[in-house]
């Protein structure tokens, strides 16, 4: 899509977020699918600690 001549610039940098979009949104859930297995596999500890919510 990005390759047609007839295509305004508006147009392309929608495409272009988009597909920035959905690169990022690819890596975060291949980072979370590792993230999940390497607790599957005991590779990862899981720590519980106190948080506060409003910071």
């Given at each position: 899509?990005?390759?047609?001549?007839?295509?305004?610039a508006e147009k392309r940098q929608n495409f272009?977020?988009?597909?920035?979009?959905?690169?990022?949104?690819?890596?975060?859930?291949?980072?979370?699918?590792?993230?999940?297995?390497?607790?599957?596999?005991?590779q990862k500890k899981i720590t519980i600690d106190?948080?506060?919510?409003?910071?």
């Amino acid at each position: 899509m990005l390759n047609k001549p007839d295509l305004s610039a508006e147009k392309r940098q929608n495409f272009i977020a988009i597909i920035q979009n959905s690169s990022d949104q690819l890596v975060a859930i291949v980072s979370d699918i590792l993230t999940v297995s390497s607790l599957d596999t005991k590779q990862k500890k899981i720590t519980i600690d106190k948080v506060c919510i409003n910071n």
